[in-house]
């Protein structure tokens, strides 16, 4: 078992910057991946960003080249780091975990959101 925590969300001004944490606890030598997901209201839930145990990356269309994605701690802390904000970008955002037994882990979530 994998247990994720998120935090870092909060109000931010259109433009601004904000960087959200992941610790992730448990199993964690069985992840193989972990990302950021985010559901907006009304909407569903899409990837944001990924990032593999090489340090390999990727992001969605909409975020590449304002989000980052990094890890630290031997794969305990996966953070986003968002900067350029728009409103668009206002979600709940949450941390996931993909094992090496092809289990998907989850956290609960943190909300951003982008309003003047």
């Known amino acids: 078992q994998v247990q994720l925590v998120e935090s870092g969300g909060g109000l931010v001004q259109p433009g601004g910057s904000l960087r959200l944490s992941c610790a992730a606890s448990g199993s964690i030598l069985s992840i193989v991946v972990m990302g950021w997901y985010r559901q907006a209201p009304g909407q569903q839930r899409e990837w944001v960003a990924t990032?593999?145990?090489?340090?390999?990356?990727n992001y969605a269309s909409s975020v590449k080249g304002r989000f980052t994605i990094s890890r630290a701690n031997a794969k305990n802390t996966v953070y986003l780091q968002m900067n350029s904000l728009k409103p668009e970008d206002t979600a709940v955002y949450y941390c996931n975990a993909f094992s090496a037994y092809g289990l998907n882990y989850w956290g609960k979530g943190t909300l951003v959101t982008v309003s003047s």
């Open positions: 990032i593999d145990n090489s340090n390999s990356t």
